[in-house]
């Protein structure tokens, strides 16, 4: 870990990883004043060189008024990609995407110059065993009330982990996620799980098209099971799309993540 500026209320460092051989901006949140007994809720947000500003801001200003607007203070933590946006956009098919034998492409990505596909298991452990072990040494964390949150390619990851994995976090967000992937394999992992009390947030515009309705079936699929130990909830935002829906729901997510 390489310290590289304090920015005001926000600690900014790069993160090296040898599990996934390459480094990680790693952005900080930390409240003002004196932690609770057991630490501060704490929400990682991935691709955090782009969402991390919403998800501070929206903590700094709503957890004044914490009995009001349910959104108590908490740790924010951006994970973002190193190096140019377009290197940053193929680290991120690698780091969502689970494994697979083999890859269906939609019409629109036929052709396209993806990188490499099916890094999630690594990026996963990324998360679990070099990150958040940094960030509980560092700060004062409630290990039982920690969110995943994750957008688009992200929010696939989300649904991902929470269906193979889903004791790391109490809390997923996953906002607009990509269920298409692969021919919607994800759906195939909701079948697998075992839920200790887990709570699924997902979110969607309601002018996105078919992720609007990939959204209602997979909330429809997870329903059907009758799966006590986890929480659902799916929200359409009206009139937004895929780029402005994540401002107009990370309130609504953080609200989710405090019940």
């Excluded at 110059?113 to 996963?124: N, W």
């Excluded at 509980?136 to 957008?151: A, C, I, M, N």
């Amino acid at each position: 870990m390489v310290s590289k500026v304090q920015l005001n209320d926000t600690e900014c460092w790069v993160l090296e990883s040898h599990i996934m051989g390459g480094a990680y901006d790693i952005k900080v949140f930390l409240p003002e004043g004196e932690p609770p007994e057991r630490g501060f809720p704490v929400y990682y947000l991935l691709d955090g060189n782009a969402y991390f500003q919403f998800g501070r801001d929206v903590v700094k200003l709503q957890s004044k008024n914490a009995p009001k607007t349910l959104v108590s203070q908490a740790i924010v933590i951006g994970i973002g990609h190193t190096g140019v946006e377009e290197e940053g956009g193929k680290r991120r098919f690698y780091d969502f995407t689970p494994p697979a034998e083999q890859y269906l492409y939609p019409e629109r990505l036929k052709g396209a110059d993806l990188g490499m596909h099916g890094g999630a298991e690594k990026f996963f452990a990324f998360i679990e065993q070099e990150l958040m072990p940094v960030i509980s040494k560092k700060y004062p964390v409630d290990v039982e009330r920690q969110t995943l949150f994750g957008h688009s390619l992200g929010g696939l990851f989300v649904l991902w982990a929470l269906f193979t994995q889903p004791k790391l976090f109490q809390t997923y967000v996953a906002s607009s996620p990509s269920i298409w992937w692969n021919d919607h394999e994800v759906l195939l992992y909701a079948d697998h799980n075992h839920y200790i009390e887990q709570r699924l947030l997902i979110t969607v515009g309601s002018e996105e098209r078919f992720m609007v309705e990939d959204a209602k079936r997979l909330y429809a699929m997870l329903n059907r099971q009758s799966l006590k130990e986890l929480a659902i909830e799916l929200y359409v935002a009206m009139d937004e799309n895929h780029a402005s829906v994540v401002p107009t729901i990370m309130s609504r997510a953080f609200r989710f993540a405090n019940r």
